[in-house]
T-cell receptor, first 112, second 115 residues
């Protein structure tokens, strides 16, 4: 059973469009991270959110942690071809573990 | 500074052969993680170490998989005997001791193909 479900699985858009990726679970997470992975490379951390309702912005990317700490979203404004990649959410279930549980992933393609 | 180093980058082997994947974590990092990534199952944690000690190996699929960390700068993941279903990209990641917000740094991965 996949604890973190991401939607959509695939997304193809034109440069300049906006998009939102969702990361949902029925479990509560003590913290949640978003990573981006490019072909042939390992995932790279974009952001960490730890407080329910927290919103963080990274240039054109806006990340939100749900109030109940069960879900998160990533919104990209005016997408660019350089945003192309696999986006992964990853959560830590409790303070007693160091394990990250990764989501199912969203593959984004931005066309010029 | 060098990131996480993995070798080999690509490995092609035949079913039944032993495969050894290698990882050098970032100097000073206390945690080391081994992951496997496939299209079907996504990114799965296999095992992780803290200060060279295996903490959780519940993700290791079978007894054919084993991992060691003989010192703070080196770890291996061994598959013996290998099977076609082991074909995947294997990532090593490391991080410092710290809270839940501590970043994991991933290596470039080893793409394993078992024929």
């Amino acid at each position: 059973t996949q604890l973190l479900e991401q939607s959509p699985q695939f997304l193809s858009i034109q440069e300049g469009e906006n998009l939102t990726v969702y990361c949902n679970s029925s479990s509560v997470f003590s913290s949640l991270q978003w990573y981006r992975q490019e072909p042939g490379e390992g995932p790279v951390l974009l952001v960490t959110v730890v407080t329910g309702g927290e919103v963080k912005k990274l240039k054109r990317l806006t990340f939100q942690f749900g109030d109940a700490r069960k879900d998160s979203s990533l919104h990209i404004t005016a997408a660019q071809p350089g945003d192309t990649g696999l986006y992964l959410c990853a959560g830590v279930k409790s303070f007693s573990t160091d394990k990250l549980i990764f989501g199912t992933g969203t593959r984004l393609q931005v066309f010029p | 500074d060098a990131g996480v180093i993995q070798s080999p980058r690509h490995e092609v082997t035949e079913m039944g052969q032993e495969v050894t994947l290698r990882c050098k974590p970032i100097s000073g990092h206390d945690y080391l993680f081994w992951y496997r990534q496939t299209m079907m199952r996504g990114l799965e944690l296999l095992i992780y170490f803290n200060n060279n000690v295996p903490i959780d190996d519940s993700g290791m699929p079978e007894d054919r998989f084993s991992a060691k960390m003989p010192n703070a700068s080196f770890s291996t993941l061994k598959i013996q005997p290998s099977e076609p279903r082991d074909s995947a990209v294997y990532f090593c990641a490391s991080r410092r001791q710290g809270g839940l917000a501590t970043e994991q740094f991933f290596g470039p991965g080893t793409r394993l193909t078992v024929l």
